[in-house]
């Protein structure tokens, strides 16, 4: 099985078509590669434009069978098409997929807390592993399907990164946004421990998105993924930008 990269981009990003484009055209550089993205600024805009509550826990939307009906539609339809044809005009042979495709996830229900959210049990890897070695690059829409049918799952795009880079042993888990990496007092970290996680969500430096997010990078490291950072466009152009989760740090935070 190919080794990946798999690339998780934010939802907050992708109302900017110049970052897009921006972000695509690095991509150009990584191969083999698999996207995962979010899309969490076209569900929030949706939701209020049909007056239906907005509610995050812990980074994760509360997403009742309305809001879920809402994720469908707007992962899976504009986010989607707009990551793949961005890609594209990039010269990458994209192809858009969500975790129903081909029964690519498989999931339980997170949390009753949480609503329709659920959590990955497997991915189908040998799927993915079919496309990349055809040169295609995967643009996965995290949603899952439901034991039984029915509303898919939302699944929090972190998690869903962190479940696909296990399933492939990747080769490194890129969660990227806007920000250069993990801030700590004031100044961004060139690693963290996984053992020191915690501690920073439970102290609250850091908090709802990034707390997402390095609970993510720990699942993935533990799950198989070989290496993972947290960062900006920066981290596509080379191995020292971003912040580097790590079974243990080298220097404390």
């Known amino acids: 099985m190919l080794s990946p990269c798999v690339v ?14 921006e972000c695509a055209r690095r991509l150009g550089r990584v191969s083999p590669l698999v ?5 969490g600024q076209g569900i929030t805009a ?4 049909l007056g239906l509550p907005v509610e995050k826990k812990d980074g994760v939307r509360v997403t009742t069978p309305e809001i879920a009906a809402v994720v469908e539609m707007v992962l899976a339809g504009p986010i989607n098409r707009q990551v793949v044809d961005a890609l594209r005009a990039a010269g990458l042979d994209a192809i858009g997929l969500t975790g129903i495709d ?3 996830f498989s999931a339980r229900r997170t949390d009753a807390d949480l609503g329709h959210v659920g959590t990955i049990l497997s991915v189908r890897a040998g799927l993915l592993d079919g496309l990349l070695r055809a040169g295609l690059v995967p643009v996965i829409a995290p949603i899952a399907p439901v034991p039984g049918g ?3 799952f939302n699944v929090n795009a972190d998690e869903a990164a962190a479940a696909v880079g296990a399933a492939l042993s990747a080769r490194e888990v890129l969660f990227v946004s806007d920000v250069p990496g993990v801030a700590v007092g004031g100044t961004t970290q060139r690693e963290l421990a996984i053992s020191e996680l915690e501690t920073l969500i439970s102290t609250g430096v850091a908090r709802d998105g990034m707390a997402a997010k ?14 993972v950072r947290i960062g900006n466009l920066d981290m596509l152009d080379g191995p020292a930008a971003g912040t580097r989760i790590v079974d243990a740090a080298t220097e404390p935070a």
């Open 150 to 152: 029915g509303t898919p």
């Open 35 to 39: 996207v995962v993205h979010g899309g």
């Open 8 to 21: 998780k981009i934010g939802g907050n990003e992708l109302d900017r078509p110049e970052w897009i484009a």
């Open 214 to 227: 390095l609970r993510a990078a720990a699942a993935a490291l533990r799950g198989g993924a070989r290496g």
């Open 46 to 49: 949706v939701s209020r434009r």
């Open 102 to 104: 081909g029964g690519l």
